[in-house]
Nanobody
Framework: EVQLVESGGGLVQPGGSLRLSCGASGFTFSGSVMGWLRQAPGKGLEWISKISCTGGNTSYVDSVKGRFTISRDNAKNTLYLQMDSLKDEDTAVYYC??????????????WGQGTQVTVSP
């Protein structure tokens, strides 16, 4: 059974930083592209970033480019999202997402329960 457990969310002031983690189990972590999604209050689920199986290729939605950094540790089966220069509009529940393989251009097939990130003065 695929399990994705996010952690590291919380309350942070604008301009601050947070590091999210996602512990993965139940599948071959190094054999899956991984990513992050988020859902802001009253809005739909938004894709924000993904990383290749080896970590050598990454992609971001324009709104977080230059502020967020995705990374992974295949030895620890863990995905990370370093979030810097946070803005009010980054407030959302953040979800770790799994893709079905190392193929880059396919949709994610599962995600975790999420962790709340609130950016507020």
């Amino acid at each position: 059974e695929v399990q994705l457990v996010e952690s590291g969310g919380g309350l942070v002031q604008p301009g601050g930083s947070l590091r999210l983690s996602c512990g993965a189990s139940g599948f071959t972590f190094s054999g899956s592209v991984m990513g992050w999604l988020r859902q802001a209050p009253g809005k739909g689920l938004e894709w924000i970033s993904k990383i290749s199986c080896t970590g050598g290729n990454t992609s971001y939605v324009d709104s977080v480019k230059g502020r967020f950094t995705i990374s992974r540790d295949n030895a620890k089966n863990t995905l990370y999202l370093q979030m810097d220069s946070l803005k009010d509009e980054d407030t959302a529940v953040y979800y770790c997402a799994k893709y079905p393989s190392c193929k880059w251009s396919v949709r994610h097939d599962s995600w975790g329960q999420g962790t709340q990130v609130t950016v507020s003065p």
